[in-house]
């Protein structure tokens, strides 16, 4: 299935900020992250992840650090920051109320049937 552009940029930062809210992270497990929760649905590209988390860190969301782990290869990990966490929260109040809205609108008025296991 595609999934609009439009949703998935809209969806991207506070789906970032929840996965950093799990622990710290670098950019590839970010992706296989995504690609997880989404059942394999959701395919970002570096070229979509790296602009957001450089955006996120300049808006003090999260920090990066350099590291070398066992395995020998240097890797730049992310950490949420308190102002993220703060973000984060912000974006689930948000993402609440469209989701409840969409909820009544597909199974509450006959529209659309509801879907199941979805929202």
Sequence with gaps: MHIDKDLVAASATP?????????????????RRVRE??????????????????????LGYVTTEWRTPPEGRR????????????????HQRQWATVTRALRDLWGGHGLLPAIPGGV
């Design 75 to 90: 890797r730049k990990y992310y950490a949420i920051t308190g102002d993220g966490r703060a973000a984060l929260a912000e």
């Design 37 to 58: 929760l989404s059942g394999g649905e959701l395919e970002w590209t570096d070229g979509m992840l790296y602009p957001l988390l450089h955006r996120l860190r300049r």
């Design 15 to 31: 789906m970032v900020l929840a996965i950093l809210a799990e622990g710290e992270s670098y950019g590839y497990a970010i992706l």
